[in-house]
């Protein structure tokens, strides 16, 4: 059974950075979408980076595009978001999907992704 487990996540000054993992689990796949996703309080949830399992294709909302870098590590089956310069509009539930039917979705919309993690809270403030 594929589980997706987030960590990483905590309260952080505006400024200050995060790093959040995303270990994936029970599958084997030649290639697979995964991405970032983030949900604030009262908000829809909106796309924060998106990657593919077997090459450099990534797409970045424009919000984060600078200060955030979506990474990954194959042998671990993990993906890294590192989150610097945080600002309070960073302040959400991240959750990680992923996509065994594709190797990257360049859109990078949540409704791609099939399996989901259960998510881990960003709350930037002072």
């Known amino acids: 059974q594929v589980q997706l487990v987030e960590s990483g996540g905590g309260l952080v000054q505006p400024g200050g950075s995060l790093r959040l993992s995303c270990a994936a689990s029970?599958?084997?796949?030649?290639?697979?979408?995964i991405g970032w996703f983030r949900q604030a309080p009262g908000k829809e949830r909106e796309a924060v980076s998106c990657t593919s399992s077997s090459d450099g294709s990534t797409y970045y909302a424009d919000s984060v595009k600078g200060r955030f870098t979506i990474s990954r590590d194959n042998a671990k089956g993990t993906v890294y978001l590192q989150m610097n310069s945080l600002k309070p509009e960073d302040t959400a539930v991240y959750s990680c999907?992923?996509?065994?039917?594709?190797?990257?979705?360049?859109?990078?919309?949540?409704?791609?992704?099939?399996?989901w993690g259960q998510g881990t809270q960003v709350t930037v403030s002072s």
């Open positions: 029970g599958f084997t796949a030649d290639y697979y979408a």
């Open positions: 999907a992923t996509d065994f039917r594709t190797w990257y979705h360049s859109r990078c919309e949540a409704y791609e992704y099939e399996y």
